[in-house]
């Protein structure tokens, strides 16, 4: 039973390495900012979901499982917010600089 | 070398990594982006030290509450925009080079001729663990075995604040400092605000609860706390106070003051300065926790939060 457990684990924790391994790939290989940041978020998601899944069946206990899951939320939380704010802060980087561009040609 | 040898060593070679980035960069915030890697890597450090105590004040103090300290500082910086013009002077650059490199020798020197094993005093310490009454040795530690220094680090903190505030222009006196915040209210950042507060405060008042037998403690569920409230202020929920409310001064000086009194009841009912009566010794401990924690998640954000920049109503 346990030795059922431990391959989860490690197979869980090593797909989860992989998407990060990905998703690093991509934050330093994709095009624009709005991919990188596309490629990071899902990287937060599904790799630390699988680590974090890989991990829950190693916990100590029912409380330590839901702390865990507790931590993979809150960050899914804090990285859709900070992407959120990157994007917003790109896009008016981008009106600024159309709007500078095309406004005044002399200057 | 096995496995674990492998993660220290990348891990070492990657904090020199990123410390030489920090100060080779040349944009302000870029550094300030270093600085905050460089500050969570280092927690991971002292987590494989098995100082997990250490860990989470790193993660909180060093990587969060620093980075949104200097972040405001460069954004405050950015609008003096003198630093990019004035750049220094060859000889003023290497003799700076020179002095950097004769204190990492020094230090370096230090450290290496350090005595093997170095002198310590954790076998007394946790030979009198049991007297305090605590179970996680670093709070007791913290608390009551070298309780002056800590008392000392509180006051250090309301020095700071005191020097903050001292940068307010005569008009302002007393008035609400104008923490950093979004330019108008972005939905994304107030949801998070409203979501995560409540559960921060959970979380930070858990910590300090539980770093009376685990790891955690007064400064870790304190900067926590204060984060909460930076956060509620970013996302325009919340003003800062006044700097003039008596409420906010009470809160300010609450820790270090209890700390005080306790310590001086201490010189008369057990003969010594901050000696704490062992039968009340853990319901002390944990009453000056409880008021250094409020202390600590006030004073964080009005640092960040800076001088006052309203007048007063």
Redesign the interface.
Known sequence: MSGALDLFSIAAISVGGFFFLAGTVGLLRFPDPLCRLHALTKVDNLGLGFIVLGLIARSDGVFGALKLVAIWALVQLAGATSAQLIARAIRRKEQIGAKSAGGSPAA | MNALGAVDLGLALLVLAIAGWTIAAREAFAAIVGYVAYGLLLSIVWARLFAVDVAMTEAAIGGGVTGVLLISAAARLRQAQTAEDERPTLPLRLMAAALSALAAIALGAVILSLPEPGPSLAPLAAKNLAATGVGNPITAVLIAFRSFDTLLEKVVLLLAIIGVWSLAPDRYWGGAPIAPRAARP?G??T??AQ??AP?GVVVGVHMVWVGADEPGGAFQGGAILAAMWMIVMMARLSEAPPVGAPWLRAALVAGPAVFLIAGASGAVTSGAFFALPQAFAKPLILIIEAFMTLSIAVTLPMLVAGPPRRAPL
């Open positions: 972005v994304a950042l949801f998070l979501l995560v559960i």
